[in-house]
């Protein structure tokens, strides 16, 4: 498998309050995270770190050959939650803090994907690029409900507002999903710093460009040609990409 990632904190914000992992010692399976703070200067930066060390962590210890994902997965992020509530509980400057977070196991044949929030997860399967996760957000409710087109909801005053988020109540569940995962196909997952100012056939491209992929540093440019996108766009939030390819590295020549 080929992936690459970067995290840019934007033109605007003074903190890059994103985060990610890439965990590839995995029994079986390589993981990826993604994770968008929020809750102050400093709360927002902590809640995402504990996000995707703990999901990270907890994945290492009890994904098994013989283990179900789904579970392992969805027991990862409530342990996630749970440490994140409870130190906001317990510092006072972290009160109040939680995160979103988007996670996917990628499998021999299919990705198990995992979210809470607004950060993606876009797959190119076969001929189909989708958006495999909703996001839990005021805005993507009114889209649901037909209050408001796609085109509305980008430019909303409160496009930012998360309806679920990680920390911020005792329990969050994640929603899950699987999708096929063949040769060739590649998944991208992203903060909303990235999907609020690219557009998703613009992404399909991006994709299009990474499936061609012979090495890392081909990925690598794909990552960094749709974080300057949104850089040009005018980078207002901190910009997490990462993307993966089912294809194994040609180290010939």
Same mark, same amino acid.
């Given at each position: 498998?080929?992936?690459a990632? @970067?995290?840019?904190?934007?033109?605007?914000?003074t903190?890059n309050?994103?985060g $990610?992992?890439?965990v590839? /010692?995995?029994?079986?399976?390589?993981l +990826?995270?993604?994770?968008?703070?929020?809750?102050?200067?400093q709360?927002?930066?902590?809640?995402?770190?504990?996000a995707?060390?703990?999901?990270?962590? $907890?994945?290492?210890r009890?994904?098994?050959?013989?283990?179900?994902?789904?579970?392992?997965?969805?027991?990862?992020? #409530?342990?996630a939650?749970?440490?994140?509530?409870?130190?906001?509980? #317990?510092?006072?400057? $972290?009160?109040?803090?939680?995160?979103?977070?988007?996670?996917?196991?990628a499998?021999?044949?299919?990705?198990?994907?995992?979210?809470?929030?607004?950060?993606?997860? $876009?797959?190119?399967?076969?001929?189909? +690029?989708?958006?495999v996760?909703?996001d839990?957000?005021?805005? #993507?409710?009114?889209?649901?409900?037909?209050?408001?087109?796609?085109?509305?909801?980008?430019?909303?005053?409160?496009r930012?507002?998360?309806?679920?988020s990680?920390?911020t109540?005792?329990?969050?569940?994640?929603d899950?999903?699987?999708v096929p995962?063949?040769?060739?196909?590649?998944?991208?997952?992203c903060s909303?710093?990235?999907?609020?100012?690219?557009?998703?056939?613009? !992404? @399909?491209? +991006?994709?299009e460009? *990474?499936?061609?992929?012979?090495? @890392?540093?081909?990925?690598? *440019? *794909?990552?960094? #040609?749709?974080?300057q996108?949104? !850089?040009?766009?005018?980078?207002t939030?901190?910009?997490?990409?990462?993307?993966?390819v089912?294809?194994?590295? /040609?180290?010939?020549?």
């Amino acid at each position: 498998m080929i992936y690459a990632a @970067k995290s840019h904190i934007g033109l605007v914000r003074t903190m890059n309050q994103d985060g $990610y992992a890439v965990v590839d /010692d995995l029994p079986v399976g390589v993981l +990826f995270v993604v994770a968008d703070g929020m809750g102050g200067p400093q709360a927002g930066d902590v809640a995402s770190r504990i996000a995707v060390e703990r999901v990270s962590e $907890y994945v290492g210890r009890h994904l098994s050959a013989e283990a179900n994902p789904r579970e392992v997965v969805s027991s990862a992020i #409530a342990d996630a939650n749970e440490e994140i509530y409870r130190q906001a509980a #317990a510092v006072p400057e $972290y009160a109040g803090m939680g995160t979103t977070i988007v996670c996917a196991l990628a499998l021999a044949d299919r990705m198990v994907v995992a979210h809470v929030g607004d950060s993606r997860a $876009y797959a190119l399967t076969g001929d189909e +690029f989708r958006q495999v996760t909703e996001d839990h957000s005021l805005v #993507a409710e009114l889209v649901r409900r037909g209050h408001l087109s796609a085109s509305e909801a980008r430019h909303h005053p409160q496009r930012n507002i998360v309806t679920r988020s990680l920390g911020t109540e005792p329990v969050s569940l994640p929603d899950l999903t699987e999708v096929p995962w063949g040769e060739g196909d590649v998944l991208l997952l992203c903060s909303d710093g990235l999907s609020n100012l690219v557009e998703d056939d613009e !992404l @399909k491209v +991006f994709l299009e460009q *990474a499936r061609g992929a012979r090495a @890392k540093q081909d990925v690598s *440019a *794909a990552v960094d #040609a749709m974080i300057q996108l949104a !850089l040009d766009r005018g980078g207002t939030d901190n910009v997490t990409a990462l993307v993966a390819v089912h294809r194994e590295e /040609d180290t010939i020549g």
